[in-house]
């Protein structure tokens, strides 16, 4: 299979991974199934399950009423090799704002829960935080999978496999690394092939790529990388708003950093840009982090 082919099969199933099935039970609550993707890990990978849960909610209302923020919990790790159950509660539906609650299941019982607001576009007040000056441009830097020599096979196969292009600004974390430990990093991403033009499809697939990387200006903060012995990494919640419009089939920069560590926990902060300087949305994320003593 040549590189173009297998970059367009890894969207195709990112995108039959956001097909949604709407089933015919019926409850006070809006059901939809979905799959999952494999992963090396046994574990769904976070971004999956908020996407997902995202793109149930939103068919619950008028495309033109698109969501403009996101605060979830994941409650227990999902297992990837099953399908997810997702309940959508039609909570409110107003003149201008609407409000949903969708919690996804494995087994009877919820692996995460999210509440998102939406709202119709109106006019008001703009500003934004400008994107950061003297970030190199994607193509001076190196795919992720091209930076990771040294690490096993099935590691590298995952980020070969993934739907996203991704490309740190400073060396990825999955090896040990020189760099200077700052609680801060830039990284490019897009997805691998187009995208249709739902815009709904793009929120959802923006979410999908938010849960990939923010932790790590957390890790950079303390010298640590992904492949370190011993690391235990959950995510606990996520947060999100989006600003404006983007395709995640274009060049996104995601700019992060991580205010504040303690007590096993770890905040982390982000801003995803256009490559033009739009301020697309923004991130925080919590994480449970536990670092072999000694390391």
């Not at 925080?284 to 670092?291: C, L």
């Amino acid at each position: 299979m040549s590189a173009e082919s297998h970059a367009v099969r890894t969207v195709e199933q990112l995108l039959e991974v956001l097909d949604l099935d709407s089933t015919q039970a019926r409850t006070t609550e809006d059901i939809f199934t979905g799959a999952s993707h494999p992963m090396p890990t046994g574990r769904i990978y976070g971004g999956q399950v908020l996407a997902q849960s995202l793109i149930a909610a939103e068919r619950t209302l008028p495309e033109d009423r698109p969501v403009h923020s996101m605060h979830g919990y994941f409650l227990r790790p999902g297992d990837s090799a099953q399908g997810i159950t997702i309940a959508v509660d039609r909570i409110h539906d107003g003149r201008s704002f609407s409000t949903r609650r969708s919690q996804a299941y494995q087994n009877g019982v919820p692996i995460f829960s999210m509440i998102a607001s939406f709202q119709d576009e109106d006019p008001g007040v703009e500003h934004a935080e400008p994107l950061p000056e003297g970030i190199p441009d994607p193509e001076a830097l190196a795919p992720d999978e091209a930076t990771v020599e040294g690490l096993p096979g099935g590691t590298v196969r995952m980020l070969t496999d993934r739907a996203a292009d991704i490309r740190h600004v400073d060396h990825p974390l999955y090896l040990p690394s020189g760099d200077e430990r700052a609680p801060r990093q830039a990284v490019w991403m897009r997805m691998r092939a187009p995208l249709p033009d739902d815009p709904r499809l793009h929120r959802a697939a923006l979410a999908y790529l938010s849960d990939m990387t923010i932790q790590e200006s957390i890790l950079r903060a303390h010298g640590v990388y992904w492949a370190l012995p011993g690391l235990k990494v959950a995510s606990l919640d996520h947060a999100m708003w989006w600003h404006r419009p983007a395709r995640v089939d274009e060049w996104l920069l995601y700019v992060q950093e991580s205010p504040n560590a303690r007590g096993g926990r770890g905040l982390a902060t982000g801003r995803i840009y256009t490559r033009d300087g739009a301020l697309v949305a923004s991130v925080a994320q919590e994480i449970m982090i536990r670092v072999p003593e000694g390391a």
